[in-house]
């Protein structure tokens, strides 16, 4: 274990921490505004899934090991298992939705790509049009929520609209969106790598599996992505391994084990040459 190793425990919270503040809500899902300045001193992770609608905002959201300035008209989202701290100044308005996993995965089909996809694109702006068609279905969940037999298929079939609104958005907001709709083989090979990245880090692996050449795949990533298909791998590993770091209290060598490294050192090279920092110091500037 590291030393002080109690500074590096990062809170898992789950969602009745939320009940007494809630403005609507049932044991699937809440409904939340967030008014004024906001703080999360600490970081701390989630075990269930939340999207977020700012309609004006300044402040900044560390989400996983990156900040992100909070801006108006944008939508944030959160997967279990994502770290996250905020500062929020005074003035801000916003609305989250806070859903339990096993209600999540109702509508989880209409968010069009692979979660990892919103992962490293957290942040999305909105289009005027797109912020007013969920500013609208925000407020429909939060009245039917309200009611006393509320219809889970109707706040369903809402999300559904929301998250396919936001893979719009996002579809225009960043490239690899659009490569990946376009592309289904490598939509398939980014699936592919969060199934199994711990344990199969060679591009021979995942071309086999999409039928297709590894010099095939290598060629589709060049030209649609402008990286290599051992990029996107790795960069999956090293994702994790930051999370690893910065909300647990493995040992650089549990870490190295747990990513699939037969040597730690090994993973401390691999580490370093991604990041420019040890795993250690990663792990203490956070």
């Known amino acids: 274990m590291c030393p002080n190793e109690e500074n ?14 809630q403005l609507a809500g049932r044991k699937e ?5 967030l008014n004024g300045e906001r703080h999360i001193e600490r970081p701390h992770k989630h075990d269930f899934f ?8 300044q402040g900044v959201h560390k989400i996983d090991s990156t900040d992100y300035p909070i801006g108006n008209h944008e939508v944030h ?3 279990p298992g994502q770290m996250h701290r905020w500062d929020i100044k005074d003035g801000s308005v916003g609305y989250q939705l806070m859903v339990e996993k096993s209600f999540f995965e109702h509508f989880a089909p209409y968010f069009r790509f692979s979660f990892t996809n919103y992962q490293n694109h957290p942040v999305i702006q909105l289009s005027e049009s797109a912020f007013q068609l969920l500013l609208y279905e925000f407020n429909a969940i939060k009245d039917e929520l309200r009611r006393k037999n509320s219809l889970t298929q109707l706040i ?3 999300a559904a609209v929301i998250a396919t609104i936001v893979s719009r958005e996002a579809e225009n907001n960043f490239t690899e969106f659009k490569v990946y709709q376009s592309n289904p083989r490598l939509a398939k090979f980014n699936m592919l790598i969060d199934e ?4 199969q880090k060679h591009v021979g692996f995942y071309a086999k599996k999409l039928n297709i050449t590894a010099n095939y795949l290598s060629i589709l990533c060049k030209k ?3 990286v290599s298909a051992t990029h996107l791998i790795q960069l999956r590993v090293c994702t994790e391994a930051k999370r690893l770091l910065q909300s647990t209290t493995l040992s650089v060598k549990e870490i190295s084990v747990e990513l699939g490294f037969v040597d730690h050192a090994y993973f401390s090279n691999f580490f370093k040459g991604k990041t420019g920092m040890s795993p250690t110091s990663f792990r203490d500037k956070r």
Do not use: Q, S
């Not at 199994?196 to 344990?199: L, V, Y």
């Open 8 to 21: 590096y425990y990062i809170p898992i919270i789950n969602m009745e921490e939320f009940r007494k503040g």
């Open 29 to 33: 899902i809440l409904f939340n505004e």
């Open 50 to 57: 939340i999207i977020i609608l700012f309609e004006k905002a």
């Open 77 to 79: 989202i959160l997967f």
């Open 156 to 158: 369903v079939n809402r």
């Open 196 to 199: 199994f990245f711990k344990d």
């Open 224 to 226: 649609h992505l402008k």
